[in-house]
């Protein structure tokens, strides 16, 4: 039966109302962007010698990176532990992965003060460095994810390179070595499988590692030496999250529908992993003794509080409900509850605790910072939409056995 | 198909694992240049002393050929009105407190780069643009640097600063200790300049003989405490006061070497790269185990 679904190209559109809008939330970003190039990074941010990092470096950067965990678990599970099943999901959260990554990379450059020298960590290292591990390792699998999408782009256009009258003598050699590279990279993939899950587990704890150093100028409620663990583990309990909220909306989005049966077992793979957390992350407090800062009345302890409520606790007893987890709509609400956790967590960690000794003033982001960060997450949108029109990503009824009726789909195909 | 495959996956992490040998090797080479010497100098501030002339400002920007007002307009002392903080156009500030001891008399505090003896932006900086050098000094390579400010985040004292209004080449700004002057065998820009005996440089060890010296010969005039003796595992800066730190404005790292946690976690996690290695076998068992059971089915 699972053999009749097979990732297709979806026969859609490109335009519709709204990728105009989203492309003009890019294009806004964009501007601000010059901005940033023309005049240097003080001139469309908030940032001073107090605040150094805003939200291009914990939303666009940390949370990015987190949000993009799904390409790991669902390649550790499909490829790693060969759970079959799940195998129409990989190709969506490997492209979410490739572009989430793309987009830190992004991030990263135009945070920088000397974006021209983004290749110095590869040359010049410095292992005591937290974000020396984090930068090689990000390079390193940004690479990798790169090569697991190439089988995608060779599936695509094996048998069917047909370039124009002056170029078409490059048919047949093109077609050729296609089909080598393709014959290749299915002999050393599963290398890239697991080099990208190692890869993954690494910067992901690393980047917890990061405000370690910051020592006494991060609020107790985070600051902990377990950091790094708790970055992995709640990268690693948003991954499938995050998988059924994209593939709920892509569903959504491109008129199919949605593979629910995939989508609640990966949803009953949450509430260990979770739990996993909750309990790490409490248990942290507890044993720290930091809780007595959830008594005082503040943005950190509101912040905390919200964070563990809303972003792990709620989504975790609605992870373990089967209603939850055969409805679409209550599927969708925990998922994002899930990703809005992680995201707090990644803001509250990098700049709600973050507290400077002579702070002049909270830290908020400008109008240019939020306009660029939008902006990106706009164009990460509008190229997966673009990609998935164009390469067999997404998993379709095959139409050579499109007899049965257990899988309609409205108006994607013609 | 499924020797195949096991062959290759020993062969690939035979490749890895000598290629990773080879990494770490280059790696522990690869690390910034942090010498803790004996000998390394200091500076002594006695901010019972300073009469907040603020001289040193004047004299460090033209040390370090940053733009100024004439010295006389240093006389202001409105200048003090609101806390300031060492900037990418001032390595150096002078701040004013109100005296508890003779209200008419107010401490005048000199802030600049403490010379951590285990820097905080050295450990951190992603290229190793920082350096801590024999003498003491800490200072930055503007060659590496990338700007991603991390040595900011990491520094305890809130040091470093950065051109944000530069969109070609924005420097890290921060007192260098004059190591250009003192390579030559000059004092520092702001020790040799200042008027009364607020700064003593010398050998650290010294400093520290010394500042014991005058809490004990004047016990009403000091309280007990070397601040940079033991902050954030020890500064190359030491500051003598006759009121508490936190009142005027110097935060509490704590006494152990800020670095330390983190380095620790970074160097276990990757010990030598055998942690991953060891996942990366692991995962590759797995994953044959898993598929072998799949065929067998
Ligand atoms: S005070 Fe800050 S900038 Fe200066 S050496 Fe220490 S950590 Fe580095
Ligand atoms: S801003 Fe420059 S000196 Fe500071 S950590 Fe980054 S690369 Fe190093
Ligand atoms: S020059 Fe000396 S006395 Fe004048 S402000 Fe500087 S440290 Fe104080």
């Known amino acids: 039966m699972e053999d009749l679904m097979k990732p297709l190209q979806v026969e859609k559109k490109y335009f519709t109302p709204g990728v105009i809008v989203l492309s003009l939330i890019a294009l806004n970003g964009l501007v601000f962007l010059a901005g940033r190039f023309l005049f240097g990074i003080g001139a469309v941010t908030n940032l001073n010698n107090q605040y150094p990092w805003g939200i291009w470096i914990g939303v666009d950067v940390a949370a990015g990176v987190a949000l993009a965990a799904g390409g790991f678990t669902t390649a550790a599970l499909g490829h790693v532990m060969h759970r079959e099943k799940y195998h129409a999901i990989i190709r969506p959260a490997l492209l979410t992965a490739m572009l989430g990554y793309t987009f830190v990379a992004l991030g990263v450059s135009v945070d920088i003060g000397r974006w021209y020298y983004i290749w110095h960590p590869l040359v010049f290292w410095n292992g005591n460095s937290a974000l020396f591990e984090v930068g090689i390792c990000v390079i390193m699998y940004v690479t990798t994810l790169y090569i697991e999408f190439l089988p995608i782009v060779t599936e695509r256009f094996i048998g069917n390179v047909r370039l124009k009258s002056f170029f078409s003598f490059l048919n047949k050699p093109l077609n050729k070595f296609l089909r080598i590279l393709d014959k290749g990279l299915a002999k050393v993939m599963f290398f890239f499988i697991i080099l990208g899950v190692v890869l993954s587990t690494l910067h992901q704890s690393s980047l917890g590692t990061l405000m370690i150093i910051a020592g006494p100028k991060m609020h107790p409620l985070w600051q902990t030496p377990i950091l790094p663990l708790l970055f992995l583990l709640s990268a690693i309990s948003v991954g499938f999250p995050m998988v059924i909220f994209e593939s709920l909306i892509a569903s959504k989005s491109l008129g199919l529908k949605p593979e629910m049966e995939v989508l609640s077992s990966l949803g009953r793979i949450v509430p260990p992993i979770l739990g996993i957390y909750l309990a790490f992350k409490i248990g942290d407090i507890v044993i720290r003794g930091t809780f007595v800062y959830l008594l005082q009345f503040n943005v950190q302890s509101v912040m905390f509080i919200i964070e563990v409520l809303f972003g792990a606790i709620i989504p975790l007893r609605m992870f373990l409900s089967e209603t939850v987890l055969k409805s679409k709509i209550l599927l969708f609400i925990a998922s994002s509850l899930v990703i809005f956790g992680v995201l707090l967590n990644r803001i509250n960690n990098f700049i709600i605790a973050y507290h400077p000794p002579y702070s002049y003033g909270a830290y908020y982001p400008s109008v240019g910072e939020l306009s660029v960060t939008i902006g990106f997450i706009a164009l990460l949108i509008l190229a997966y939409r673009l990609i998935v029109i164009n390469f067999p990503v997404i998993s379709l009824p095959d139409k050579q056995y499109m007899i049965q009726t257990k899988f309609t789909i409205r108006g994607s195909q013609k | ?297």
């Open chain 2, 1 to 297: 198909m499924q020797k195949q495959n096991r062959r290759d996956f020993l062969k690939t992490s035979a490749i890895l694992s000598t290629a990773i040998a080879g990494l770490s090797t280059n790696k522990t080479k690869a690390k910034p240049k942090e010498i803790l010497s004996e000998d390394r100098m200091g500076v002594l501030v006695d901010t019972t002393v300073c009469i907040g002339c603020r001289n040193c400002e004047w004299a460090c920007k033209v040390a370090h050929e940053l733009p100024t007002k004439p010295k006389e307009s240093y006389s202001d002392r409105t200048a003090f009105k609101k806390l300031r903080r060492p900037s990418e156009g001032a390595l150096t500030v002078v701040n004013e407190f109100s005296n508890p001891q003779n209200l008419n008399i107010p401490t005048d505090v000199k802030v600049q780069c403490m010379h951590c003896d285990h820097p905080s932006c050295v450990s951190a900086c992603i290229v190793g643009a920082m350096s801590k050098e024999e003498n003491g000094s800490v200072i930055w390579d503007t060659d590496k640097c990338i700007g991603c400010r991390y040595c900011m985040v990491a520094c305890p004292f809130q040091v470093p600063s950065f051109q944000y209004d530069k969109a070609l080449n924005p420097k890290i700004m921060k007192c260098d200790f004059c190591f250009e002057r003192t390579k030559i065998g000059k004092l520092p820009a702001c020790v040799e300049i200042c008027p009364v005996e607020t700064l003593t440089y010398g050998p650290r060890s010294e400093l520290i003989k010394i500042a014991r010296d005058k809490i004990k010969h004047n016990p009403d005039r000091y309280i007990d405490h070397i601040y940079g003796e033991n902050e954030a595992g020890g500064t190359s800066w030491l500051y003598l006061a006759n009121q508490d730190f936190a009142k005027i404005a110097f935060p509490n790292p704590g006494d152990k070497p800020m670095p330390g946690t983190s380095e620790s976690i970074q160097h276990g996690i990757f010990a030598y790269f055998v942690p991953p290695v060891f996942f990366y076998a692991i995962l590759g068992g797995i994953m044959w185990i898993t598929k072998k059971r799949k065929e067998a089915e």
